[in-house]
């Protein structure tokens, strides 16, 4: 076992080790962020949910079991962070959206931003646990395994729920694209 992989450290973290935590919270930082920003649409509200679920997972690290994948563990708890702000919002805010690279030419950046900005209000859209589904897997590339344990779901209902996730997404595309014809 590698001294810098996760089991260690949080093994040194139990021990009091605060620069091993330090390391976690780097190597975790833009996945944990990146889920956030990709349920809440907000670069403030997806940085203070990273921030929630860092202290949180430091307060709670005596309960992480160690036969499970660390990030595993830490995901669900910016999933669960970040459903609660959710839960909490008034139903829709204005989308913030990132800025694309701009190294294509204008009219391709233009039909790229237009992709995007289509993509995030259809998502937008979608029930927090189907809009999750597709976060997870097109979004962070997690495996189905990886979606069972950030989820706390059987393998199975995630493929299911990922296949409903998909329809629905693919409905609210094809009614923007309609609305826009």
């Known amino acids: 076992m590698k001294e810098d992989d996760d089991p260690a450290l949080v093994r040194r973290c139990r021990q009091g080790d605060r620069a091993a935590f330090e390391q976690l919270v780097r190597r975790y930082e833009k996945p944990i962020f990146n889920v956030a920003l990709r349920m809440l649409h907000s670069g403030e509200d997806a940085s203070d949910i990273a921030q929630t679920t860092f202290l949180k997972a430091f307060e709670h690290l005596e309960d992480y079991d160690p036969a499970y994948k660390f990030y595993s563990w830490i995901y669900r708890i910016a999933v669960n962070e970040s459903l609660n702000a959710l839960a909490s919002r008034k139903p829709i805010e204005e989308l913030s959206i990132e800025q694309a690279d701009g190294s294509d ?9 237009q992709l995007r900005r289509t993509i995030e209000i259809a998502l937008a859209q979608i029930k ?3 809009r999750m589904a597709i976060v997870l897997r097109h979004f962070m590339h997690l495996s ?9 779901l059987p393998e199975k209902t995630v493929k299911s729920r990922l296949h409903g996730a998909r329809e629905v ?8 694209r309609s609305d826009v014809s």
């Open 144 to 152: 189905y395994h990886d979606m069972s344990q950030v989820l706390d």
């Open 105 to 113: 030419g204008p009219e391709q950046h233009a039909q790229v931003e």
């Open 128 to 130: 927090p646990d189907l």
């Open 169 to 176: 997404l693919r409905a609210r595309l094809m009614a923007l």
